[in-house]
């Protein structure tokens, strides 16, 4: 069951960073927490 759950997970998480079009805001939030500030 738990290896079911991380699997789902894993291609969850692969599907998301495959496809990252309708995220762009959370591309944005995830480069502003990696570089600590918004680029104007």
């Given at each position: 069951l738990n290896?079911?759950?991380l699997n789902n997970k894993s291609?969850?998480?692969l599907s998301?960073?495959?496809c990252p079009q309708p995220?762009?805001?959370v591309e944005k939030a995830f480069?502003?927490?990696i570089t600590g500030f918004i680029i104007p």
């Open positions: 290896q079911v759950s291609s969850s998480f998301t960073y495959c995220n762009t805001m480069l502003c927490t």
